[in-house]
């Protein structure tokens, strides 16, 4: 059973910094895509960032870049977010999710994006409130 549990949300003022944690198991970590997400009330769902867990390679949302690193320690199967220069338009319920190389009709050099469609795998979320 693929479980996926998030941690490290919190409230911050603007310009402050947080780094959320995602710890997996239940499926093959190694060689997948994993992301972050995030959910504003009133709005929908959106990719903030995405890696895989061999290799590296990463993917950030526009809204993001030069602010949200991702990172993993596959040793211990975590995935971890570190957000600074954080701005009110960045709360939101932030969400990990996981997927093998074939998911969802992927294919192997399929690009690691944080694209919600191609995600299976959930957590249950952790909030993030940025006060001005």
């Known amino acids: 059973q693929v479980q996926l549990v998030e941690s490290g949300g919190g409230s911050v003022q603007a310009g402050g910094s947080l780094r959320l944690s995602c710890a997996a198991s239940g499926y093959t970590y190694s060689s997948s895509c994993m992301g972050w997400f995030r959910q504003a009330p009133g709005k929908q769902r959106e990719g903030v960032a995405a890696?895989?867990?061999?290799?590296?390679?990463?993917n950030y949302a526009n809204s993001v870049k030069g602010r949200f690193t991702i990172s993993k320690d596959n040793a211990k199967n975590i995935l971890s977010l570190q957000m600074n220069s954080l701005n009110a338009e960045d709360t939101a319920m932030y969400y990990c999710?996981?997927?093998?190389?074939?998911?969802?009709?992927?294919?192997?050099?399929?690009?690691?994006?944080?694209?919600?469609?191609?995600?299976?795998?959930w957590g249950q979320g952790t909030q993030v409130t940025v006060s001005s």
């Open positions: 999710a996981a997927r093998t190389r074939y998911d969802r009709g992927l294919s192997w050099n399929s690009p690691c994006d944080p694209k919600e469609k191609e995600f299976p795998y």
């Open positions: 890696i895989y867990t061999s290799g590296g390679s990463t």
